[in-house]
């Protein structure tokens, strides 16, 4: 059991990421590729990562097994939602770890991870094996996400505004109790279920809460005490995330709206927490430029709201597209 003890500064400096953080999705997905199982929803992603990997994205995985320790270091937090601001500046951060830092993280890899001369060389500060790193880190995030990251950025950013809406309407002690069903919230305390048993007094540094695509099961925090704590946890995203269309609609609606936009709307119903434009288009297999515009059609009928979030747009079912849909009427849209 993982515990984090709040005090009541602590409470007020709690933050929610303003997006998906492209190093923390880069480990994660690592340990998803090399765990050799997970959920048949990642099946496809994994086949075609795997089939994509250089010799140097290989060396990279020795830092990160499935089980175990990872270096903090590859993790500087972020919580960007401009994918090129977070990988670039999240990069130059590993590039400019205090030598203390690399010495202590990579202290915990195990030789049988990573072979011990590697790890001497960045624990001593190597530029050159750092600049390699670093540039292999690049070369794993463009050939294995970065296809599929407005994908994997829309669905961590309805995972956000659900987060919001939850500390909006009711506080923090709502939004705590709503992360994710392995944690608890016991004022001051949130409990986390976690592979050690560890307590850690945030003691006024506050503590940034990082919804994660690729974080699996539970969720996961640095080892290191001197770092800015996180929190990172597991979204509860679409199975079918990188697979499947929306089945087109029949009957009346496709008579009253037509085939694809009626599909548009049964799309956006899949997600009650909001969907960004491109999940849209993915779902149909419209072009983007297609799904934003049957979007705002829908908007100005009034079954679909929108409003931005970052650089997406997310769209919510109202009550009268959900009445549309399902023929009967719906509660009324959180404000």
Not at 173 to 200: F, M
Not at 265 to 288: D, F, M, Y
Request: aromatic share 4%; hydrophobic share 40%; proline share 9%.
């Amino acid at each position: 059991m993982l515990r984090l003890h709040f005090t009541a500064a602590d409470l007020g400096s709690l933050r929610l990421a303003s997006g998906a953080d492209p190093l923390w999705e880069t480990l994660l997905s690592q340990h998803a590729l090399m765990s050799g199982h997970g959920p048949p929803a990642l099946g496809g992603w994994r086949r075609h990562a795997m089939a994509r990997l250089t010799p140097q994205m290989r060396a990279l995985l020795s830092l990160a097994p499935p089980t175990g320790y990872s270096p903090d270091f590859l993790t500087p937090t972020r919580g960007l939602h401009d994918v090129a601001e977070g990988l670039d500046a999240g990069l130059a951060e590993v590039l400019a770890t205090p030598i203390d830092h690399l010495r202590t993280d990579l202290r915990r890899v195990l030789p049988r991870h990573c072979p011990r001369a590697r790890t001497e060389r960045l624990a001593d500060g190597d530029r050159a094996a750092l600049a390699a790193l670093a540039a292999a880190m690049r070369s794993y995030f463009e050939a294995v996400l970065a296809g599929h990251w407005e994908l994997i950025s829309g669905q961590v950013a309805g995972a956000r505004a659900r987060g919001a809406r939850f500390m909006v309407d009711g506080g923090v002690d709502r939004l705590l109790t709503t992360l994710h069903p392995t944690i608890r919230w016991d004022s001051p305390t949130l409990h986390v279920a976690y592979p050690e048993d560890r307590d850690i007094h945030l003691a006024g540094r506050g503590l940034l809460l990082l919804p994660s695509f690729f974080c699996r099961g539970t969720p996961v925090t640095l080892r290191a005490d001197d770092r800015p704590p996180v929190l990172v946890y597991p979204i509860d995203h679409d199975p079918d995330w990188d697979a499947d269309r929306t089945p087109l609609p029949g009957g009346e609606l496709v008579a009253l709206l037509g085939n694809t936009r009626a599909a548009v709307l049964c799309a956006a119903q899949l997600h009650p927490h909001g969907c960004t434009t491109t999940e849209l288009a993915r779902r149909v297999r419209i072009s983007l430029s297609s799904a934003s515009e049957h979007a705002t059609t829908l908007r100005r009928a009034g079954l679909l709201r929108t409003r931005p979030y970052g650089r997406h747009m997310l769209h919510l079912v109202t009550p009268l597209g959900r009445a549309l849909l399902t023929g009967r009427p719906g509660p009324p849209l959180p404000s």
